[in-house]
């Protein structure tokens, strides 16, 4: 029971890292139409700042904040120098470019940082467990992810829901040809919301940090399981995003943690355990594939 | 028919004298290296043609392209497995023992492959646009994860395999005669998707790639055409795949990462979508630029993600029609 617990609590934890990744990616697909592949590259860059400055400040919550800025700086010029060129054109074009970007960021950390991994100390006042039931003790920096998480997602609500900006963001995502010709600056939206999309990945990326390992090209792992999220919630919304990254981040971490367990009662038990470490790692994209064959376009369709 | 001898044909020609010649010159001139260079863009250009298919014609832009690569190499991999310590793939519902004659494991690998791309196909054409690119990626992924996990073929290590296959008459040990393999390969290829595009079936799909709802409401159930058309490609780098596994003697999940998806689908587009062709000439500077610039830096991709990004921008037709000239219509 205990155990069940703790692997939700880190199901959950999977999934607010993969909402914040997903919040971002979903806004830019609904609102520019564009394919970002890109996306992984922020993470990437939040996680390997926010170590870098950790290390050299101590302190955590400038890492955090500086992982923040360089997110959100590094998204606003990707989004003037490139992306804005390719709106008008096909997703070929879009998923080649950035696919370029890819390449390019992947590299270019290798040079700034090297080849090996950084590790990111989790920082002191963090770094005890806390018990949440009796006899639970849990990590407490996973309990401030979740925490820290749950009060952006929040934020975001109220911003999209509540804010003059959040209208014409939704508006942007419903009509977009609409809201230019009322007289919203569009470029500067666009910009904004991109740039905010990469801040979110950016702090996805920093609270990772002390979880996982920073190396060139983690942002791809986390990329693809973002996608599915999307698919699964349904491109450009929101409430989609939400639902699928619960979903999601529940299914592979309880998937992971219970399959092998539950195959032993009907196989013998190296059958069991190789058949569910497959299984477990692939089990969201089976997930994935339900769904579509159920709903093609996701849970929450954004333009139903 | 009457030939007209068209800047087109004319390029088409050269590179196929060049193609044919290389390994001859190479042999001359002592630098036996080229022909397993050249050998190795003969099989990329046999996979960015296959995606090319499903790219420039049938308009479905498929991010998960490698799967397939991958697929026919393991198929290579998994009858060497057996044929190497003499136990059966597996005995029921029949006995199927492993093998290492070529001209039965690369029809099953071509096999393998195109039957993936049926159920992945089947799966993946419910949606479209943006759909489609992510689920045909999360498709691949998963076949990495699978192979990742399966213990028994080398999980993440891969597997190495000790020969290359038997061939009649050939001795594909010999890079030589490897090399002129990979090119029949690739122009039976190019021929029979020349034949397929410029058929019914062909139109039928640039029509559905244009404009699907119009294809529909002419009465034409133009998802099984694509699905079609999936599998051809599938089964074309299938055999790209079976082809590279020879070449390199090893097979690993890392074929199916979705970066050789990307790649290939830049090798497609840098030499020009729907043209057949130019992926050919696509794959070859694509692995020459990767060569020639790995030479001078070990940090080649920070360079080649920027041209990537230029050629995106600013060359819409691909090298391709750079060096034909003329409009697309004139083919």
Not at chain 2, 208 to 229: C, E, F, M, P, W
Request: proline share 3%; glycine share 12%.
């Amino acid at each position: 029971m205990l155990l069940i617990i703790e692997q939700l609590l880190n199901g959950l934890q999977l999934g607010i890292t993969l909402f914040l990744m997903s919040a971002g990616l979903t806004l830019v697909f609904g609102i520019m139409q564009v394919i970002n592949l890109a996306h992984g590259s922020f993470y990437m860059i939040g996680a390997y700042v926010g170590a870098t400055v950790a290390v050299q400040t101590g302190s955590f919550l400038l890492a955090i904040l500086a992982a923040l800025c360089a997110a959100a700086l590094v998204g606003a010029i990707v989004e003037i120098v490139i992306l804005r060129h390719l709106y008008k054109r096909e997703h070929l074009d879009q998923v080649l470019a950035t696919f370029g970007l890819i390449m390019f960021f992947n590299e270019l950390t290798r040079i700034i940082w090297g080849r090996q991994p950084l590790f990111m100390d989790t920082p002191g006042w963090l770094s005890k467990s806390i018990e949440i039931i009796p006899g639970l003790p849990y990590p407490s920096y996973r309990l401030a992810v979740i925490v820290a998480g749950l009060f952006v997602a929040i934020c975001l609500w109220l911003l999209f829901a509540k804010t003059k900006a959040g209208m014409k963001i939704r508006a942007g995502a419903s009509n977009r040809d609409m809201v230019g010709a009322l007289g919203v600056n569009i470029k500067l939206l666009y910009t904004l919301v991109f740039s905010l999309g990469a801040l979110l990945a950016g702090l996805a990326g920093v609270m990772a940090g002390p979880i996982l390992a920073v190396e060139s090209g983690m942002g791809e792992s986390i990329l693809i399981l973002t996608f599915v999220v999307i698919v699964i919630g349904g491109i450009g919304s929101i409430r989609g995003a939400v639902a699928g990254a619960l979903l999601v981040g529940m299914v592979d971490t309880l998937g992971r943690a219970f399959l092998p367990t539950i195959l032993r009662l009907v196989l013998d038990s190296s059958t069991a355990n190789s058949l569910a470490a497959s299984l477990a790692s692939m089990a969201i994209y089976i997930l994935m594939a339900a769904i579509l064959v159920w709903k093609p376009r996701g849970l929450f369709p954004a333009h139903a | 028919m009457m030939f007209i001898f068209t800047r087109k044909r004319a390029v088409i020609s050269l590179g196929a004298l060049v193609v044919f010649f290389l390994p001859i010159v190479a042999q001359l001139t002592g630098d036996p290296y080229l022909i397993s260079l050249g050998s190795r863009i003969l099989i990329y250009a046999l996979a960015a043609v296959s995606l090319d298919l499903l790219l420039g014609y049938g308009a479905m832009i498929s991010l998960g392209h490698a799967a397939f690569v991958g697929i026919g190499a393991y198929v290579i991999g998994i009858f060497h497995f057996h044929s190497f310590d003499s136990s059966p793939l597996f005995t029921s519902p029949f006995l199927l023992s492993g093998s290492e004659n070529g001209l039965f494991v690369l029809p099953m690998a071509v096999l393998a492959a195109s039957f993936a791309a049926l159920i992945i196909g089947a799966l993946s054409l419910r949606t479209t646009g943006m759909h489609f690119i992510m689920i045909t990626l999360a498709f691949a992924q998963m076949l990495y994860y699978f192979f990742v996990s399966l213990e028994k073929y080398g999980g993440d290590d891969g597997l190495s395999l000790y020969s290359r296959n038997s061939f009649p008459g050939l001795d594909l040990g010999n890079d030589l005669h490897f090399y002129y393999l990979c090119l029949a390969a690739l122009c039976l290829f190019l021929f029979f998707t020349c034949r397929l595009v410029n058929s019914r079936f062909g139109l039928i799909i640039r029509g559905a790639g244009n404009n699907d709802r119009r294809a529909r409401s002419l009465g034409i159930h133009s998802n099984s055409y694509k699905l079609v058309t999936f599998m051809i490609a599938g089964g074309g780098a299938g055999l790209a795949g079976a082809l590279l596994a020879n070449q390199t003697e090893y097979v690993s999940p890392g074929l199916m990462h979705w970066t050789l998806s990307g790649e290939l689908m830049v090798m497609v587009l840098l030499g020009g979508l729907g043209t057949l062709f130019g992926p050919v000439l696509g794959a070859a500077v694509f692995l020459l630029l990767e060569e020639g610039l790995a030479m001078y830096t070990e940090h080649w991709m920070v360079y080649m993600g920027p041209i990537l990004i230029l050629v995106v921008i600013f060359a819409k037709r691909g090298l391709f029609g750079l060096v034909t000239g003329g409009s697309k219509k004139d083919d």
